[in-house]
């Protein structure tokens, strides 16, 4: 099995920062993608980044510039640091990755942690 914990999150001022990390354990044989999403009340789930590999990332239009994505191969994990938040960051984060397990004949599947709660106050 496959767990993707995630921490860092809570209650941050307007103009603040908060780092994300998101820790993927069990049978692991590889990861491909690793990404964070978000979803606030009353939203659908939305895209905040995504990592392919250490030297590439993507970005949702409304984080560019303030939200930086990282990995760390070696630990399994994928971080998120959030700079200049705003009251609009305010969501659910979650972590995803695609994992392949060790299991013979598995696939690369899609795996998402619990989330983490972020709360921006004006």
């Known amino acids: 099995q496959v767990q993707l914990v995630e921490s860092g999150g809570g209650l941050v001022q307007a103009g603040g920062s908060l780092r994300l990390s998101c820790v993927a354990s069990g049978s692991i044989l590889s990861i491909n993608t690793m990404g964070w999403y978000r979803q606030a009340p009353g939203k659908q789930r939305e895209l905040v980044a995504t990592?392919?590999?250490?030297?590439?990332?993507t970005y949702a239009d409304s984080v560019k510039g303030r939200f930086t994505i990282s990995r760390d191969n070696a630990k399994n994990t994928v971080y998120l640091q959030m700079n200049s938040v705003k009251p609009e960051d305010t969501a659910v984060y979650y972590c995803n990755a695609v994992i392949r397990t060790v299991y013979i004949g598995s696939t690369f599947q899609n795996y998402w942690g619990q989330g983490t709660q972020v709360t921006v106050s004006s």
């Open positions: 990592i392919p590999s250490v030297s590439t990332t």
